[in-house]
């Protein structure tokens, strides 16, 4: 559904509204502010180590984000509530920017310009279906 918006905003807006469709464990926000918007998670999964969980999810969203804003997009930096690592290598290695631990939050730092990219292969008539099929579901 969020490759049919018509935007990159659009899109993760709507993933942040329908995640809980998919996975009622990650909670999604969308925050801009001074030219910087973040994309930050929230794992709700008691009993789970969710160090694992949050990093798989933010790698994920990360892949989302650069499949959908094109293979050249990059973050400014990857946060990460948890201690750091022995070696955060991998973790620059896979983000490709500057990586954070013990962070206020778990999440995508971006420019938000970036939100205002196009998708090339966004479809309105889909997209509007997608939505109207998505919110019977949450109603139920």
């Not at 925050?31 to 990093?55: D, F, K, M, W």
Request: charged share 25%.
């Amino acid at each position: 559904m969020i490759r049919e918006e018509t935007d990159l905003r659009s899109a993760l807006n709507s993933l942040v509204r329908y995640i809980p469709v998919h996975n009622e464990s990650l909670q999604l926000r969308l925050e801009e502010e001074r030219g910087i918007a973040v994309l930050a998670l929230s794992v709700r999964s008691p009993g789970i180590q969710p160090r694992h969980v949050t990093e798989l999810s933010v790698g994920t969203f990360f892949r989302i984000m650069r499949k959908l804003a094109g293979s050249d997009w990059k973050p400014s930096r990857v946060c990460f509530e948890h201690t750091t690592p022995t070696s955060d290598a991998t973790h620059r290695r896979f983000f490709g920017c500057r990586v954070e631990f013990e962070h206020e939050f778990n999440g995508i730092v971006f420019r938000s310009s970036d939100l205002d990219a196009p998708l090339a292969m966004s479809d309105a008539m889909l997209a509007r279906y997608a939505h109207r099929y998505l919110d019977s579901i949450m109603r139920h």
